[in-house]
């Protein structure tokens, strides 16, 4: 039961456009969702979160948009650069959870020059 | 600073065989939560040690083991390994905190094949 899903393996943006990463979950029960970054050879590291109280939250070029009724949440990349070319994992906790981190599958970002 | 390190970076084992895989955590931090990554998929929640006791376990058999030492290092071991159990094994620790969310740090992660 994939309780966090990212639809879309891949995406490919040019340089300076937006990019939009999406995610949907199924479990009413998360608190917060955060964005992970990962690079070849490294582990994911933290880009931003939400909690489930707001509807959006922002830091430099990331923003993070939640839609809780249609349980679906999205990561803006503006303006993209090659450096931000990853794999995307966005995730989810609840606070009865003992901190555990639920994964979606990953997007693929590549920001072509 | 020192982030999280993880040894080995790689290992190869055999069918049936055991192996052990050690984290050591980011300075400060008293909490260690472990991970499996399979190729192509996001990574998924194994355990989760808080206080050298284990705070937590996902959906993986008893095979799947662990021990957090009282400088808040880690190791995972893995029984019996399985051609499934090939995958990316990450650790990742936090400071427990009474309210909010407990940011993780994650290690490179250790690459085990099994054959």
């Known amino acids: 039961d994939q309780q966090v899903k990212q639809n879309s393996p891949s995406l490919s943006v040019q340089e300076g456009r937006i990019s939009i990463l999406n995610c949907d979950y199924t479990?009413?029960?998360?608190?917060?969702f955060l964005w992970y970054k990962k690079y070849p050879a490294e582990g994911p590291t933290f880009l931003i979160s939400?909690?489930?109280?707001?509807d959006k939250n922002e830091d430099g070029r990331f923003t993070v948009f939640l839609n809780k009724s249609a349980k679906h949440l999205s990561l803006h990349i503006v303006p993209s650069q090659p450096g931000d070319s990853a794999v995307y994992f966005c995730?989810?906790?609840?606070?009865?959870?003992?901190?555990?981190?639920?994964f979606g599958q990953g997007t693929i970002l590549t920001v072509h020059p | 600073e020192t982030g999280v390190t993880q040894s080995p970076t790689h290992l190869i084992k055999t069918r049936g065989q055991q192996v052990t895989l050690r984290c050591s955590s980011q300075?400060?931090?008293?909490?260690v939560s472990w991970y499996q990554q399979a190729l192509g998929q996001g990574p998924q929640f194994i355990f989760q040690?808080?206080?050298?006791?284990?705070?937590g376990r996902g959906n993986f058999p008893p095979r799947f083991s662990g021990l957090q030492f009282p400088n808040y290092s880690s190791e995972l071991n893995v029984n019996a390994l399985e051609l499934d159990d090939s995958a990316l094994y990450l650790c990742?620790?936090?400071?427990?905190?009474?309210?909010?969310?407990?940011?993780?740090?994650f290690g490179p992660g250790t690459r085990l094949t099994v054959l």
């Open positions: 990742a620790s936090s400071l427990q905190r009474t309210s909010g969310i407990n940011e993780q740090f």
């Open positions: 479990n009413s029960m998360f608190d917060y």
């Open positions: 939400i909690s489930s109280i707001k």
């Open positions: 995730a989810a906790i609840s606070g009865t959870s003992y901190g555990k981190l639920t």
């Open positions: 300075s400060g931090h008293n909490t």
């Open positions: 040690y808080y206080r050298e006791e284990e705070n």
